[in-house]
């Protein structure tokens, strides 16, 4: 997990017009819990529900994330196997959630704002205006808390290029 800082510049830009929109049109607190990921946090969390629990907190560890419990480990939070396999990797995606005050929600039916419509579809329907790819839309493995903007990467471009998974694009190239 890392601030916005460590987005490229463009997304971060397009991350914070979304928080700003949400909270404007819907009352809906946005709070960006992923944006960089390095290749040891990946490997963390692809272990996530793949692994032993044991296994799964010892590469947390090493990534220098906090431990989960069972209850954590039973469900999937990425279907990339390393960081270079994400837009994660390279500073071009972040994830959300929706707050009230202190707590967050993670469910499907997350309604906050209780006006009947899921805070996660509201959000997600703010995604094209602030030029973002919300991975809601994603037919094959919905990812609600995802977003992305691969500024005309992709993955396959991105390694070709030789880009290290957990620096940002940017970096690389003004390096
Ligand atoms: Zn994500």
Known sequence: ???TE????EVRRRAEKLVQLAMERFKLEVQITETLRTAEEQ??????SRKPLDE?????KKAG???IDEAGNRHAVTWAPT???????YGLAFDIV???GRQVDWSNGCDWNQDGVSDWA??????????????GNWTSKPDLPHYQAPQGWTIASLKARGMVAGRTVTEVLTA
């Not at 960081?83 to 990797?89: E, K, L, Q, R, V």
């Not at 509201?122 to 991975?135: S, T």
């Open 1 to 3: 997990m890392r601030g």
């Open 6 to 9: 460590k987005l490229h510049p």
């Open 43 to 48: 490997a963390a969390l692809f272990a996530q």
């Open 56 to 60: 799964v907190n010892a590469l947390r």
């Open 65 to 67: 994330m906090a431990p």
């Open 83 to 89: 960081a270079s396999d994400s837009f994660h990797g």
């Open 98 to 100: 929706v707050k009230s």
């Open 122 to 135: 509201q959000v997600g329907g703010l995604a094209a205006e602030c030029g973002l790819e919300w991975g």
